[in-house]
């Protein structure tokens, strides 16, 4: 069974700092390109991030941009999104998710992603 499991959420106040890691079982996805997303209520869910394989190619949201990073190291199956200088506009669900499809960057649809993480809180207090 595939799983992709995120883990760092929390509170945390304007300014500060969150990374939030993921980890996948069950498979690797050394190869996949790997991302973060986010969803508030009552919103649609809206792409944050994403990295290819080699970990050196990344994209970014441009409300993020500068202010969060997209990492990954293949050997622990993990991805990662250091976010700081946060804003309460950042609160949110993130999840990861992978694409196993796309051999080039498909967009920032999720419909472009096949598995996808549970989600982690973040919270931003003003």
């Known amino acids: 069974q595939v799983r992709l499991v995120e883990s760092g959420g929390g509170l945390v106040q304007a300014g500060g700092s969150l990374r939030l890691s993921c980890t996948a079982s069950?498979?690797?996805?050394?190869?996949?390109?790997l991302a973060w997303f986010r969803q508030a209520p009552g919103k649609e869910r809206e792409f944050v991030a994403a990295?290819?394989?080699?970990?050196?190619?990344?994209y970014y949201s441009d409300s993020v941009k500068g202010r969060f990073a997209i990492s990954r190291d293949n050997a622990k199956n993990t991805v990662y999104l250091q976010m700081n200088s946060l804003k309460p506009e950042d609160t949110s669900i993130y999840y990861c998710?992978?694409?196993?499809?796309?051999?080039?960057?498909?967009?920032?649809?999720?419909?472009?992603?096949?598995?996808w993480g549970q989600g982690t809180q973040v919270t931003v207090s003003s």
């Open positions: 998710a992978a694409d196993i499809y796309h051999s080039s960057f498909a967009g920032r649809g999720p419909h472009n992603y096949d598995y």
């Open positions: 990295i290819d394989w080699n970990g050196v190619t990344t």
């Open positions: 069950g498979r690797t996805f050394s190869s996949n390109r």
